[in-house]
């Protein structure tokens, strides 16, 4: 009952931008995208969420088409600490649990 | 803020035999969960609780597992007896719930991995 496609992993160098792509095209309108990572043996970790508009804070920004289809994550400079599983994972507005699918497997290179 | 706390980080047993794990979830907030990862997948939710009461454990495997969070505040989580499939990470998270719960945001520890052999 995965919500969510993301691709299975992706390399970025050190320093650059990473932008994460995720599809959720069958999101409804009270349902939030959410994103978690997960560095090797630690807990998943909050970074983002929103609900239409862009969203920025201190880790990432996160951008929202239009029709809310899809939605990338952006890690403006990325440091080897960011080497993670990223987790893209819509909620709605009552959903209590997180569901969690496959994820991005990101390996920041020096 | 302290973060989530969980313990034994590691805990290796034999099928059959019987263990737990604690949690004790940031200060304030009324609302934990327990989620098991097995390897190369996402976490998936096992039980909830909201300040002591059982919010939802369709997921739990009640003929082996039991949890409780007594006086709303820590939490355990046992598995009796073990199974090799019970191999896994078990993580606990807790979250504020002030409101909607689609807009809050879960707090995660770090995991207690167990291995069954």
């Known amino acids: 009952d995965a919500k969510t496609t993301q691709p299975p992993s992706m390399d970025c160098a050190e320093g650059r931008a990473a932008n994460l792509p995720c599809n959720h095209s069958t999101i409804s309108g009270n349902e939030y995208v959410y994103w978690y990572r997960q560095i090797h043996s630690q807990g998943p970790q909050y970074i983002i969420h929103?609900?239409?508009n862009n969203e920025t804070n201190e880790m990432a920004s996160l951008i929202i088409t239009e029709d809310r289809k899809s939605s990338t994550l952006i890690l403006p400079h990325a440091t080897l600490r960011d080497t993670a599983v990223y987790y893209c994972i819509v909620r709605g507005a009552n959903d209590y649990k997180l569901s969690f699918g496959a994820g991005t497997t990101v390996t920041v290179r020096a | 803020e302290a973060g989530v706390a969980q313990s034994p980080r590691y805990k290796i047993i034999e099928k059959r035999q019987s263990v737990a794990f604690w949690c004790n979830p940031i200060s304030g907030h009324a609302t934990l969960y327990w989620y098991q990862q097995i390897l190369g997948q996402g976490p998936k939710l096992l039980i909830q609780?909201?300040?002591?009461?059982?919010?939802?454990d369709s997921q739990l495997p009640k003929d082996r597992f039991s949890a409780e969070r007594l006086k709303g505040v820590d939490s355990t989580l046992k598995i009796q007896p073990a199974k090799l499939e019970d191999s896994a990470v078990y993580l606990c998270a807790s979250s504020r719930t002030g409101g909607e719960f689609g807009k809050e945001t879960q707090y995660f520890g770090p995991g207690t991995r167990l291995l069954v052999l």
């Open positions: 609780f909201q300040n002591n009461g059982v919010v939802d």
């Open positions: 929103g609900l239409k």
